[in-house]
């Protein structure tokens, strides 16, 4: 092994240690911690300076993003008047791996008198800024990946890995589903796993090949190629489908068969195919086409007839499949 992937697999591997070592650490402080921010009223307000204020920021917008309101405070602006956005119905999270950090120890007195609640994460339990607070995380790693035990590094993921560990249990605890999570994430690729049906991709119209069934297969083709999905309905004289015939059926069969082209749709159609409704999510077609290994299905109305098609390429654009 070349140390490249000795430096990569020791820094993974002290890292993947840190966040192990966190299970000894969920104790009564954490427990007295998941009740405070599940009994919030008000904000959970996340400070931090430096490498543990980067991991606040992303402690705070996780536990935005799964039902619990929050807002990261830098602690120096907190000093020169942004104390005002905590109330005392807040709880207060205040992260310094160290214990010194000099802001925090300025902030803290004035916290403390404004009664609200604070929790500290940490890897210096014991240190004395702590005190007077209501509970302490121990967050502490037996050593940095840095090969010199200096820079910020299992540390903050010590700390990340634990602010994730806080933010699901509380979300859980407070009843959180995946159809909150739809409301918060309108936009990007959650919210289209989310909320984004079939109905909302599907090709339909003219964009929606669709054959009868006493065509022949080159007219199926014509049909099939002028809308470049690759496939093609085919329906009955009532106009509710009875097969399906895709590129991927014409290669096998051309190759079997040269007089393929003039032969009845139907005789070389897979017949009953799989189908789904405009209806389901998006994410669940997705999952269809992955199950039967298929690259498209038809989408058929209450009656079974095709109302569209759903391309996996349409999927794929979206960022669903």
């Known amino acids: 092994m070349t140390d490249i992937f000795k430096i990569a697999k020791a820094t993974l591997e002290s890292e993947a240690q840190a966040v192990k070592d966190q299970l000894k650490h969920l104790d009564s402080n954490f427990e007295e911690a998941v009740s405070l921010i599940k009994d919030c009223k008000g904000h959970v307000v996340v400070v931090g300076l430096g490498k543990s204020g980067l991991v606040g920021r992303k402690i705070s917008a996780t536990m935005s993003s799964i039902g619990i309101p929050s807002v990261f405070l830098h602690p120096a602006e907190g000093l020169h008047g942004d104390l005002g956005m905590i109330m005392s119905d807040d709880v207060v999270i205040m992260l310094s791996y160290s214990g010194e ?43 940095e990946a840095c090969p010199y035990n200096l820079a910020p590094t299992s540390s903050t993921t010590a700390l990340l890995a634990m602010g994730d560990v806080l933010a699901l249990t509380v979300s859980n605890l407070k009843g959180f589903k995946k159809e909150h999570l739809a409301v918060l994430h309108p936009l990007g690729a959650i919210g289209k796993r989310l ?10 119209g003219k964009q929606n090949p669709v054959v009868k069934q006493n065509v022949n297969v080159e007219d199926a083709i014509i049909v099939m190629t002028s809308t470049r999905v690759g496939a093609v309905s085919i329906v ?86």
């Open 195 to 204: 909320t984004m049906h079939v109905g909302d991709l599907m090709r339909k």
């Open 101 to 143: 950090t000099e802001e925090l120890k300025r902030l803290l007195p004035t916290l403390i008198r404004m009664k609200v609640a604070i929790i500290a994460m940490t890897g210096k339990p014991k240190a004395l800024i702590w005190k007077n607070i209501n509970c302490i995380i121990d967050c502490s790693v037996e050593r």
């Open 236 to 321: 009955d004289d009532a106009g509710k489908i009875v097969g399906f015939f895709t590129d991927g059926d014409l290669r096998r069969h051309l190759h079997s068969d040269e007089k393929l082209l003039k032969k009845s749709i139907t005789s070389v159609m897979t017949k009953s195919p799989k189908v789904i409704t405009s209806k389901i999510l998006a994410i669940e077609a997705a999952e269809v086409l992955k199950k039967y290994n298929i690259d498209n299905i038809p989408v058929v109305d209450e009656d079974r007839k095709p109302i569209g098609i759903l391309d996996q390429g349409d999927l794929l654009a979206e960022g669903i499949a």
